[in-house]
């Protein structure tokens, strides 16, 4: 079958399905991501990109990338970022759905950005916490931690958004003003993940050990160090049944039943039927991290 002009950019082989036999198609995966990019790229464009790319599908091998090649395409931009060791990488970033069409034609199907912006990577301006349960925790359960981390970002007046993370959680998110370092924002995170664990230890862990994770919730805080990603909404997860990591409003997340209760053909209606973002006004706070 002969390319798919998508959004202006073409899509090679189509017909190929990317989520498994019964699931969607290259094609339908970059229709997908055009037709959400004015929800999506709010919250993607001009920030630092790890990608989640799969040549064979998602049921293939995948990998991350998040420097710069130039055959990625000619809308998808780089930028020069300091690496730990003092040498300078080119990074991935998009501004545009053509910039995400021409990475879904590589074959990407998951976006994490920085909680920073590519101009001035070394001043974040977003936290997040990802709420990642083990088998067998209560979706109710899970729920409960993320009103508990919305209320504890209230009390250090920040307002907090969340959405599904695509998989068995939750993520909160908080944007704040830039100036704070990472070292800040990090320290900040872990406070708040480190009072829940001690006022609830038989409900959460705020560590990244698997063996001691069992009947328990892991708050990552981890996500908010320098370099380090979290998936966006409205990214796709290359997971069976082609998920959907989707933002929501406060008052939707009890009706939901998992963290993976949006597939694409379900994020697409969404976007379709939505009046207003579920994140509305979240690039308008002005709001400040506590020092």
């Known amino acids: 079958m002969a390319g798919q002009v998508v959004g202006g950019v073409t899509i090679t082989h189509p017909e ?9 198609t290259k094609g339908e995966v970059a229709a997908y991501y055009e037709a959400v990019a004015p929800w999506m790229l709010p919250e993607l464009s001009g920030r630092p990109l790890s990608l989640v790319r799969c040549p064979q599908g998602s049921t293939g091998p995948c990998f991350f990338q998040k420097h710069h090649a130039d055959t990625l395409g000619p809308h998808v931009k780089s930028v020069d970022i300091e690496e730990k060791n003092g040498d300078e990488a080119h990074y991935i970033y998009v501004d545009d759905v053509r910039g995400v069409l021409e990475l879904v034609q590589m074959n990407t199907l998951e976006f994490h950005p920085w909680g920073a912006h590519a101009d001035k990577p070394d001043q974040p301006d977003r936290l ?17 931690a993320a009103r508990e981390i919305r209320e504890r970002l209230a009390e250090a007046k920040l307002e907090s958004f969340v ?4 998989g068995k959680g939750l993520h909160v ?12 924002v990090k320290a ?16 959460y862990i705020a560590e990244a050990s698997k063996t001691k994770r069992e009947g328990l919730i892991f708050i990552d ?12 909404g409205w990214s796709l997860r ?9 933002p929501v409003r406060w008052e939707e997340i009890a009706r939901l039943k998992s963290g993976s209760a949006f597939d694409l ?8 039927s939505l009046d207003a973002d579920p994140w509305e006004g979240i690039a308008s706070l002005n709001q400040t991290l506590p020092s």
Do not use: Q, Y
């Open 173 to 184: 998110v908080a944007p704040f003003r830039r100036g704070p370092s990472w070292i800040a």
């Open 163 to 166: 959405r599904t993370s695509g």
């Open 238 to 246: 290359a997971r069976p049944g082609a998920p959907v990591a989707m």
């Open 16 to 24: 190929r399905r990317v989520f498994g036999e019964d699931g969607p």
């Open 221 to 232: 805080w981890l996500r908010n160090t320098r370099g380090a990603t979290s998936v966006t």
């Open 188 to 203: 900040f995170c872990e406070s708040i993940a480190d009072a829940m664990v001690a006022e609830h230890p038989k409900r």
């Open 128 to 144: 997040v916490f990802d709420l990642d349960p083990s088998a067998g925790v209560e979706w109710k359960a899970i729920v409960g």
């Open 265 to 272: 053909k379900k994020a697409s209606k969404r976007a379709k």
